[in-house]
C-alpha cells in the first residue's frame, strides 16, 4: 500500500512511527555554522566590524553568549555578545 506524499506536515506521526519502530530517531537538523573556539583573553572582532574600530578583548563565553571589552573602557565596562558574531582577530 503506497502512501501519499508528505504535505505540510501531515503524515508525519505515520513517519516518526515507523522510524521508531525501525530504531531510527527523528531526522536531525544539521547546523551549518561552527562557532570558533575563543580563549578568554584573546582579541575578537565582530561580524562587519568597521576596520578602524579596534579588536575586543574576550573576557568569558558561556551558553552561546560572550562578554568582551575594549581596552580603552576600563575593566568595569563589558558588553555581551552572541558568540556567533565573533571571530578571531588576525
Known amino acids: ?3 501519499k506524499p508528505l504535505e505540510d506536515g501531515a503524515n508525519t506521526d505515520l513517519l516518526f512511527t515507523a522510524m521508531a519502530s525501525m530504531g ?5 537538523r544539521h547546523h ?3 562557532v570558533e573556539l575563543l580563549p578568554p583573553g584573546s582579541f575578537v572582532k565582530l561580524v562587519n566590524q568597521p576596520d578602524d574600530l ?4 574576550l573576557i568569558q563565553c558561556k551558553g552561546g553568549r560572550c562578554w568582551v571589552r575594549q581596552q580603552a573602557w576600563g575593566q568595569l565596562v563589558q558588553w555581551e555578545v552572541p558568540h556567533r558574531n565573533l571571530t ?3
Do not use: E, L, N
Open 54 to 57: 579596534p579588536p575586543f578583548q
Open 1 to 3: 500500500m503506497a502512501q
Open 32 to 34: 551549518t555554522k561552527v
Open 24 to 28: 531510527t530517531s527523528r531526522p536531525r
Open 88 to 90: 578571531k582577530a588576525a
